[in-house]
């Protein structure tokens, strides 16, 4: 029979600190067994009324109990990778219920943390009674804010690990029962019978453990038992005893709940803060303090003058600062300004180029300071709160220390000459690439040993460049190894590849990746990419949202000036949970080298000396710190699982609705941000935007006052609503409810 659709939610019990109670620490089969005990006495006590379904034992995997519960997602692949979630991020689960017949079901969801302790009970909600689809929001732990290296931090990571949730399907006897009884009085037939088996399940309700009824709760069904009983009374009244608001608020809150079946348990990794929710910020440490000499020449900055950037990472809300790589950079075959093959004598060369005679990936490049000055520079990002990402490229210079050392490890043509790297008709003249074929244990261990080096310097993320072309199995090995060390250690994957590829490396332990968000421009683009991010795709592949990279610059915001700035960082920031800016964005650096979708004069070749009090004319870094606080404040902006797009009436009008309800905030109060962006960088548009109120727990009987998150101004929206967005006003909304 299809699903019972009634809402629950009252019935959740969450916390990251409380137990929940005394039967959530009895083990499954010692509540199936107490079940079915409780059956086994029903049906004694009713030999001559209806006897209840009972809880069947399972004894191997395939086996169904009383209650057919399967298909339930997401799942994990072949049971072996788990669906991953950070600490207190808003996830749904869904299921197939069902039983033979017309008979109605629930469902229940039942959280559990890694050591066995339920945390979470939610009654599921039928979202398509067609397919018996159940539903339900659960939330692993409470979101925290905590670092690493915060004094509090273990309580966070008590936390972390694989969590369970299980499925519970259980008949509904109330309500197959209520919706029989109230067609046989109305038409008045048998009407005794169905009076007197709506009593005994009340008493039977009354005294059955499972419900969890209170000793005035109790007290109340056996009173109402007894007046349905009583044959003297009206049968529309005696079937009011049972069908009134306060049995309704029972059933939704401690039903009775009949041959309980389980599922088997679904696993869940739960990851620890900025794993999935983050702000990242990109910035060249020799770019920062550089200025110009009056010979022409340009001073580099250091670890000591790029403090700035971290100020100004921190000023803007950004929790995580990225660097380049920072090791020295190689001499031979160096590239020049805008990759040119040629290096002029002042040309500092790729970061990519690793390594020379001073040293390869263990060391720091002198001319930005000694591993003391990045202790230091990491020490003054703690303080403000921010941690920092180190890039690993796994490449070489053709002066890196290992290419005498272990030649082995690099590629070797016909010739006996090393082969560069290339990815035809791309070459990158200054670098050979590893070949993993000869010694991948030696190289592993190595990079193990180099990342353990960073990590005591105080790197807590990696962000491994092109990790999609070195074998899978190879970053499964040495994420394994650091995090078994160091299992606070997160790794963001810059691969732009293949859906199986993406996926694979998040098995083995990347936790976000870079994603093709640059090149999703028109409406249709961005709904179909925003619905595929924040899906079930979410729980494997955590998509960051970079509107530019030093690798990437899109013609649209090479065309769509201080307006498209605007709209894609409105568009990451509020599209992702994981988003990234590069520096330079805030001054609208957005001129593409003749060919490529790439900066001229690009950082990653040259040293960049910037006027920072040049931003306050565009208003981009404003915007940029006004979006992360949004982000802050708005528990709604936290997950992966939350995303609504809704239907508007114009091509270049963007609307989608972000929504947590109360019970998962943190705060008792539901969380709905609409965001509105209007795509054309040169021309207003005016459109409608439509809201499917009862999905996002709207009002449908008065208007709802929304916020602008942006500007502070206030509207009043229904179902339709009109807005108006012009590039040289707002170019969107940030609407939250309000009340």
Request: glycine content about 8%; aromatic content about 8%; proline content about 7%.
């Amino acid at each position: 029979m299809g699903c019972m659709a009634t809402n629950n939610s009252a019935s959740k019990r969450t916390t990251s600190e409380k137990p929940a109670p005394k039967r959530s620490t009895r083990k499954r089969t010692t509540r199936t067994q107490t079940a079915a005990t409780a059956n086994s006495t029903a049906a004694k006590s009713m030999a001559a009324g209806e006897v209840p379904a009972p809880t069947i034992p399972v004894t191997s995997p395939e086996q169904f109990g009383r209650i057919v519960v399967m298909d339930v997602t997401p799942s994990a692949e072949q049971g072996m990778f788990p669906a991953r979630v950070e600490l207190g991020e808003p996830f749904e689960v869904t299921a197939q219920v069902f039983i033979e017949g017309r008979t109605k079901v629930g469902a229940t969801a039942v959280l559990r943390n890694p050591r066995g302790r339920e945390m979470q009970r939610a009654a599921m909600t039928c979202a398509n009674p067609g397919l018996d689809r159940w539903t339900v929001m659960l939330q692993a732990g409470e979101h925290s804010d905590l670092k690493p290296w915060d004094e509090d931090y273990a309580a966070v990571k008590r936390q972390l690990g694989e969590w369970t949730v299980t499925i519970e399907g259980w008949e509904d006897t109330y309500t197959s029962w209520l919706h029989d009884a109230r067609i046989k009085v109305q038409v008045g037939d048998d009407v005794e019978n169905a009076l007197e088996t709506g009593a005994e399940m009340l008493n039977r309700w009354a005294h059955t453990a499972d419900a969890h009824l209170s000793a005035r709760d109790r007290k109340h069904l056996e009173q109402a038992a007894e007046r349905m009983s009583d044959k003297e009374r009206p049968a529309s009244a005696r079937l009011a005893e049972a069908d009134n608001p306060r049995i309704e608020a029972l059933h939704k809150t401690h039903p009775l709940r009949d041959g309980i079946s389980e599922s088997r348990p679904q696993r869940f990794k739960v990851e620890r803060p900025k794993s999935s929710f983050a702000a990242w910020y990109q910035f060249f440490p020799r770019s920062e303090g550089a200025y110009r000499a009056e010979d022409g020449t340009i001073v580099q900055g250091n670890f000591k003058t790029a403090l700035t950037g971290l100020d100004r990472a921190a000023e803007e809300g950004f929790d995580i600062v990225y660097l380049p790589p920072i090791f020295p950079i190689g001499v031979t075959n160096r590239k020049g300004r805008n990759n040119s093959l040629v290096a002029g004598p002042h040309d500092p060369g790729s970061p990519f180029g690793i390594g020379s005679e001073l040293g390869g990936h263990d060391t720091v490049d002198p001319l930005l300071g000694t591993m003391d000055d990045f202790k230091a520079f990491v020490a003054h990002a703690h303080e403000l709160g921010l941690e920092i990402a180190l890039d690993f490229a796994l490449q070489c210079s053709p002066d890196h220390p290992w290419v005498k050392q272990h030649p082995n490890w690099f590629r070797i043509k016909p010739d006996g000459t090393i082969a560069f790297a290339e990815n035809p008709p791309k070459k990158y003249q200054d670098i050979y690439p590893i070949d993993f074929n000869a010694d991948m244990p030696g190289i592993e261990r190595e990079v193990e040993r180099i990342m353990n080096r960073w990590i005591e310097a105080g790197v807590t993320i990696f962000r491994i460049d092109n990790p999609h072309t070195k074998p899978v199995r190879f970053w499964q090995d040495v994420i394994a190894a650091v995090t078994k060390k160091h299992p606070e250690v997160l790794f963001l994957a810059e691969a732009f590849t293949r859906p199986g590829m993406m996926r694979a490396l998040s098995y083995v332990g990347f936790t976000q990746s870079h994603c093709y968000f640059p090149w999703r421009n028109t409406k249709e683009e961005l709904a179909e990419y925003l619905l595929e991010t924040n899906g079930n795709e979410g729980y494997y592949q955590h998509n960051t949202f970079w509107p530019t990279t030093p690798d990437i610059l899109t013609a649209y915001v090479r065309d769509n000036g201080i307006a498209g700035h605007a709209v894609r960082a409105v568009l990451a920031a509020m599209g992702s949970p994981s988003w990234g800016i590069y520096n330079g964005y805030e001054l609208i650096e957005n001129r593409q080298r003749p060919g490529f979708e790439e900066q001229i004069d690009n950082e990653k070749y040259e040293i960049k000396v910037r006027d920072w009090k040049e931003a306050d004319k565009y208003g981009i870094a404003e915007l940029l710190g006004s979006l992360n606080e949004i982000r802050r404040n708005h528990p709604a902006t936290r997950s992966y699982h939350n995303l609504t797009v809704l239907p508007t009436s114009d091509p270049s009008i963007l609307a989608f609705a972000r929504h947590t309800p109360a019970e998962l905030t943190g705060t008792g109060q539901a969380d709905t941000l609409i965001v509105v962006v209007n795509l054309d960088g040169y021309n207003a548009h005016q459109s409608t935007v439509h809201i499917e109120l009862p999905e996002l727990g709207l009002p449908t009987d008065r208007a709802v006052t929304m916020r602008d998150e942006l500007t502070g101004r206030e509207f009043q929206w229904g179902w339709d609503n009109f807005v108006s967005l012009a590039p040289w006003a707002d170019v969107a909304h940030i609407l939250s409810v309000q009340g």
